[in-house]
């Protein structure tokens, strides 16, 4: 399964961006899809996951300001940014897991200037 994830640059504080994944290859049955960031320094951390059934959680540091949304049919998960802000700058990355295997994208960089 290869996940290639697009979407981040640069953006002002109070801006949005719309992150896609979309998940392609050998794909079984995928049972969910996340993002999650990291910032220079510090780990890996969940942004935002949602199940096939379209159960959803977040980061209290997101909730309210960012939403997760999942394609089933185009293995596709969307991450809408709003309201942005200098502490949202990470490489975000998505997962997808797939009969139990977990697989990664590359990052895409997200840069919200201040």
């Known amino acids: 399964v290869q996940l290639q994830a697009s979407g981040g640059g640069l953006v002002q504080a109070g801006g949005s961006l719309r992150l896609s994944c979309p998940a392609s290859g050998n794909i079984f049955s995928i049972s969910a899809m996340g993002w999650y960031r990291q910032a220079p320094g510090k780990p890996r951390d969940l942004v935002a996951r949602?199940?096939?059934?379209?159960?959803?959680d977040y980061a209290d540091s997101v909730k309210g300001r960012f939403t997760i949304s999942l394609d089933s049919a185009k293995n596709t998960v969307y991450l809408q940014m709003n309201s942005l802000q200098p502490e949202d700058t990470a490489v975000y990355y998505c997962?997808?897991?797939?009969?139990?295997?977990?697989?990664w994208g590359q990052g895409t960089l997200v840069t919200v200037s201040s």
């Open positions: 949602i199940t096939s059934s379209d159960f959803a």
């Open positions: 997962n997808a897991v797939d009969w139990g295997e977990v697989y």
